[in-house]
């Protein structure tokens, strides 16, 4: 099991999240918990770039 931290940029774009938005903490939560480079259909690797290397697909939004 992995425990998931946030970054204090990112713990600060959360709590301006709507509450119908909450859904991505759940996901996060759900997907990354257990095996979290483990390739699904909505976790998929993205190759080397600046931002991640790995993509959460969460219904209309994107988690890197």
Do not use: C
């Not at 938005?21 to 996060?28: G, S, V």
């Amino acid at each position: 099991m992995f425990e998931i931290d946030f970054t204090p940029t990112a713990a600060a774009h959360v709590r301006t999240y709507r509450k119908f938005e909450q859904l991505i903490l759940d996901a996060i939560e759900e997907q990354l918990t257990y095996e979290p480079i483990t390739e699904t259909r909505n976790r998929k690797p993205i190759g080397e770039n600046d931002v991640s290397d790995w993509e959460l697909r969460v219904e209309k939004y994107r988690v890197f």
